[in-house]
């Protein structure tokens, strides 16, 4: 849920509130909740929830206990409990959603990792804060540097101070156990400050990270997916979909998370479906299975040394040939059922105007050869041609010059008795209307 200065410019640019990670609406955030209780009030005499929900870097949430004197709202930077000093984060949640959110997440109330809030943060401890976290970036290159100086094998993927500067976290990843007491004790010397290091798996890094997938949208882990479930390449093999790593593999390394989203609808399709190791056994041959449609609800088998011709038949009719199978009973042949199936040729969109071609606005392009054809006839010079004319001239015999000039006073002939004749019509109707205005006038007189 972005705020209003999330929109576009004029120039098509993204305007941006300029907050730089301290978004008031936490609109703009990782793993952010709506609250739908804001508009809502209190029923009278109850008294608020006094737990509030707070986010540190990266999407790093944390339950607190806020005093009764500070009234506190969605993005206000506050000072909490941390050990040792004090930590700023930003509150993204009160109220009632609290009490949801850790019952969902089965957090106690009086439990120890429920700890207090101290105060609203001053301008002291944002400044301190700022500073901070402009350290981490060239912190995040130097350790990776004397991490493989040392022959490490890990990887430093992030940087997290402490509110009040007084202890880093360094955020890692390996395959395999660490010794980094040495990597510590450099730490400490070229940072001069507490170091804690903290292991996490390669979906917890990415999700810290965050990116765009494959699908061309924000990474699920680092926009609203909190826990983690294990995905295995079954999940793949029910949705016949293609054992390849590069596509089956997300950012971080293992598989997508997306392949369980609809694990179950394909589960509880392929019920009605037949085991694709099973073969039919008809008069013809054996037959064995080539390919399913779990939403069209066929398949297509093919006779054993007949592997190009495939048959389509339906899962119903294939179960029906199993149960005669069973009961050492064979079908006659395949095409008995496959000839049933009758395939829709009807299309969702017909061309009517003509509209659909993208070169309908285009000319027709001319051929190369009438271009050289013509160019070669214009490179010839004029005194050329005349002579080639005059060569090639045939002379006119005195006989066709005569018929050409008798043709020629023929056309005149009649092109002049035609001239006459409207002549004398257009006179003949003057005459008629001279005669009847003397008629008219007259019979007045």
Same mark, same amino acid.
């Given at each position: 849920?972005?705020?209003?200065? /999330?929109?576009?410019?004029?120039?098509?640019?993204?305007?941006? /509130?300029?907050?730089?990670?301290?978004?008031?609406?936490?609109?703009?955030?990782?793993?952010?909740?709506?609250?739908?209780?804001?508009?809502?009030?209190?029923?009278?005499?109850?008294?608020?929830?006094?737990?509030?929900?707070?986010?540190?870097?990266?999407?790093?949430?944390?339950?607190?206990?806020?005093?009764?004197?500070? #009234?506190?709202?969605? +993005?206000?930077?506050?000072?909490?409990?941390?050990?040792?000093?004090?930590?700023?984060?930003?509150?993204?949640?009160?109220?009632?959603?609290? *009490?949801?959110?850790?019952? =969902?997440?089965?957090?106690?109330?009086?439990?120890?990792?429920?700890?207090?809030?101290? *105060?609203?943060?001053?301008?002291?401890?944002?400044?301190?804060?700022?500073?901070?976290?402009?350290?981490?970036?060239?912190?995040?290159?130097?350790?990776?540097?004397?991490?493989?100086?040392?022959?490490?094998?890990?990887?430093?993927?992030?940087?997290?101070?402490?509110?009040?500067?007084?202890?880093?976290? $360094?955020?890692?990843?390996?395959?395999?156990?660490?010794?980094?007491?040495?990597?510590?004790?450099? $730490?400490?010397?070229?940072?001069?400050?507490?170091?804690?290091?903290?292991? &996490? +798996?390669?979906?917890?890094?990415?999700?810290?990270?965050?990116? !765009?997938?494959?699908?061309?949208?924000?990474?699920? /882990?680092?926009?609203?997916?909190?826990?983690?479930?294990?995905?295995?390449?079954?999940?793949?093999?029910?949705?016949?979909?293609?054992?390849?790593?590069?596509?089956?593999?997300?950012?971080?390394?293992?598989?997508?998370? /997306?392949? %369980?989203?609809?694990?179950?609808?394909? !589960?509880?399709?392929?019920?009605?479906?037949?085991?694709?190791?099973?073969?039919?056994?008809?008069?013809? +041959?054996?037959?064995?299975?080539?390919?399913?449609?779990?939403?069209?609800?066929?398949?297509?088998?093919?006779?054993?040394?007949?592997?190009?011709?495939?048959?389509? !038949?339906?899962?119903?009719?294939?179960?029906?040939?199993?149960?005669?199978?069973? %009961?050492?009973?064979?079908?006659?042949?395949?095409?008995?059922?496959?000839?049933?199936?009758?395939?829709?040729?009807?299309?969702?969109?017909?061309? &009517?105007?003509?509209?659909?071609?993208?070169?309908?606005?285009?000319?027709?392009?001319? #051929?190369?050869? *009438?271009?050289? =054809?013509?160019?070669?006839?214009?490179?010839?010079?004029?005194? #050329?041609?005349?002579?080639?004319?005059?060569?090639?001239?045939?002379?006119?015999?005195?006989?066709?010059?005569?018929?050409?000039?008798?043709?020629?006073?023929?056309?005149?002939?009649?092109?002049?008795?035609?001239?006459?004749?409207?002549?004398?019509?257009?006179?003949?109707?003057?005459?008629?209307?001279?005669?009847?205005?003397?008629?008219?006038?007259?019979?007045?007189?």
């Amino acid at each position: 849920m972005g705020c209003n200065s /999330c929109s576009s410019a004029k120039d098509g640019q993204p305007k941006g /509130c300029k907050n730089n990670g301290t978004c008031g609406t936490d609109g703009c955030n990782k793993l952010t909740v709506f609250d739908w209780l804001s508009n809502m009030s209190l029923p009278s005499g109850s008294a608020p929830f006094p737990y509030v929900e707070v986010r540190f870097k990266n999407g790093r949430k944390h339950f607190y206990k806020s005093p009764e004197n500070i #009234s506190l709202s969605i +993005g206000d930077i506050i000072a909490t409990e941390s050990s040792p000093g004090h930590d700023v984060g930003i509150v993204t949640l009160t109220g009632e959603l609290v *009490r949801i959110q850790m019952k =969902r997440k089965k957090i106690e109330t009086n439990s120890d990792e429920v700890r207090k809030v101290y *105060r609203k943060a001053s301008q002291k401890d944002i400044d301190i804060w700022q500073k901070a976290r402009d350290r981490e970036e060239s912190m995040k290159v130097r350790a990776r540097e004397i991490a493989i100086r040392l022959e490490l094998q890990m990887k430093i993927s992030d940087i997290e101070f402490q509110g009040d500067g007084s202890k880093a976290t $360094f955020y890692y990843t390996a395959e395999e156990r660490v010794d980094f007491r040495q990597l510590i004790k450099e $730490f400490a010397h070229e940072f001069s400050t507490r170091i804690e290091m903290r292991q &996490v +798996g390669f979906r917890q890094e990415a999700a810290r990270l965050g990116g !765009i997938g494959s699908c061309g949208r924000e990474l699920c /882990c680092s926009t609203w997916l909190t826990d983690f479930r294990s995905v295995n390449t079954s999940a793949a093999r029910y949705q016949q979909l293609s054992l390849n790593p590069q596509k089956l593999a997300g950012q971080c390394g293992k598989l997508k998370c /997306c392949l %369980n989203y609809e694990l179950d609808a394909y !589960i509880d399709a392929l019920k009605s479906f037949p085991k694709t190791e099973t073969k039919l056994r008809t008069e013809k +041959g054996t037959a064995v299975c080539q390919k399913i449609d779990i939403f069209k609800g066929v398949l297509w088998y093919a006779y054993e040394g007949e592997w190009m011709n495939w048959h389509k !038949i339906t899962a119903e009719d294939v179960n029906e040939i199993i149960a005669s199978n069973n %009961n050492n009973e064979k079908i006659a042949s395949l095409e008995d059922f496959a000839s049933d199936l009758l395939e829709d040729t009807k299309t969702d969109f017909e061309n &009517v105007v003509g509209q659909d071609s993208l070169t309908r606005f285009d000319q027709p392009k001319r #051929s190369r050869r *009438r271009r050289n =054809r013509n160019k070669k006839r214009n490179a010839k010079p004029a005194s #050329s041609e005349r002579q080639t004319t005059k060569k090639n001239k045939p002379q006119k015999s005195t006989a066709s010059k005569n018929t050409q000039k008798q043709k020629v006073a023929s056309n005149t002939s009649k092109e002049g008795a035609s001239d006459k004749k409207n002549t004398n019509k257009s006179n003949n109707q003057r005459n008629k209307k001279r005669r009847y205005r003397n008629k008219n006038n007259d019979k007045k007189s």
